[in-house]
Each structure stands twice: as C-alpha cells, then as structure tokens.
C-alpha cells in the first residue's frame, strides 16, 4: 500500500516558535509538494520539490522554507511561527510527468498560539 | 498561469438523487484534470482523472466527470447520492511539466437521509 505519512497529526507551538513539519514517501517518487488547506480556499501550493535538493516557490511560499536531503523525505519549516500560519497542512508525492496522480499524506493541523 | 473555480462551496443533495459538482478550469495549455475527495480527518484521494481524448471519465464509487472543452468545465456527477459520499470535493488542473496541481476552492457535499 502506497504511503505519504506525516509526523504528526497535530502540533499547537507558539508564536516565533521555528516548527518542523515532516514528510516521507515510500513510492519512489521524484516530486514532492506541501500545500496548506484553508476553509473556502481550498489548497494553496507552498513549495515544491522535483528532486534531491531542488526546490521551487508555489504561491504561498513568504513565512516558509522547505529541505529536501533524500529523495524520501520533504520538511516544511516555519522560521518564525505566527498565528495567520494556524491552518491544515498537507503533504503530497507525485511520479515525474504531466498527467500522473499525486499521493497525499494525512495532513498535519498546526495551531499557533 | 492555470486557475480552478468550484461553483458552490456547500451542496445539499438527498439520499438517491443525482450529484453534480461543478468545475471550471484555465489553462494556456492543454489541462490535465483532477477530482480528489477528503473525507473527514483524512487527505485527499483521487476520484478520476482526464485522460486526453476521452470526455467522459469514470472515477470510483459511481462517480463520474465530463470534461467539455468549449465550456472549459469538468463537472463531477454521480446518478445516485449515498450517505457515504459526504465529503468535500477538490477539482485540480496541472498543465505544466512540474506538475503542479492548482485546486479550487472546494466543495463540501451533505447527503440528507
């Protein structure tokens, strides 16, 4: 069974806190995504990675940066957490190609306090 | 750029009528279309996908999507709504190589008994 697993479900840190979100995929994959998932707005790209070390800016990146040291493994990091970061966070794995489903993990809902 | 619209973020439907969801895309180049599915406290999995040439896809659980061109939608149906298929729903477009997936807004289906 394909998996994308998240360290953990749910996290409550304070405010200029610097948070870890992690991610690890079993399935190979080349490309790797965080998004954050807000009501009525659906989900919102952060970054992206399409290799070891790579990685591109989606449309949400200002307040985040991400690590990608093995092909398995995406961190998202929170350099100084605020509250407007309060939100879902979903990580996602996908092959290489244009047309290929992307596997999401179950999400990690984060409060900032 | 590439954008999704969901018209409809809350659907009410009755036990056994039909569902449709609605979803309109943008792209600049041919899109790749997506449904996803979040049921609750879980991530997304994927309903269907279009396939270049077919316009009318089959997803899981009887669900289905027809992609027309002309009106640049990709609505989502099912004949017959079962309590199970509460859920919210994700329409995504990926027109490009990264294969990034752009999300609409969502939209969230109630099956009353």
């Known amino acids: 069974d394909v998996k994308v697993t998240q360290s953990s479900r749910y996290l409550v840190k304070r405010t200029g806190e610097k948070v870890f979100l992690e991610c690890v995929q079993d399935m190979d994959h080349e490309n790797m995504f965080w998004y954050r998932q807000d009501p009525g707005l659906g989900l919102r790209l952060i970054y992206f990675s399409y290799d070891v070390k790579m990685k591109e800016k989606g449309d949400i990146p200002e307040g985040y940066s991400v690590s990608r040291e093995k092909k398995e493994r995406f961190s998202l990091i929170l350099e100084s957490a605020s509250t407007n970061q309060t939100s879902m966070y979903l990580c996602a794995s996908s092959s290489r190609g244009t047309n290929t489903e992307a596997f999401f993990g179950q999400g990690t809902r984060l409060t900032v306090v | 750029a590439q954008s999704v619209t969901q018209l409809g973020s809350h659907v009410s439907v009755s036990e056994g009528a039909l569902v449709l969801l609605r979803c309109n895309y943008s792209?600049?180049?041919?899109?790749?279309l997506f449904w996803y599915v979040q049921y609750p406290n879980q991530g997304l999995q994927l309903l269907l996908k279009?396939?270049?040439?077919?316009?009318l896809v089959k997803g899981i659980n009887g669900f289905e999507a027809e992609f027309k061109k002309s009106e640049t939608s990709f609505h989502l149906t099912k004949p017959s709504a079962h309590m199970s298929d509460a859920a919210e729903y994700f329409c995504?477009?990926?027109?490009?190589?990264?294969?990034?997936?752009?999300f609409g807004g969502g939209t969230r289906l109630m099956v009353k008994p």
């Open positions: 792209s600049s180049v041919p899109p790749y």
């Open positions: 995504a477009v990926s027109g490009n190589a990264g294969n990034m997936l752009t």
């Open positions: 279009y396939t270049t040439g077919a316009t």
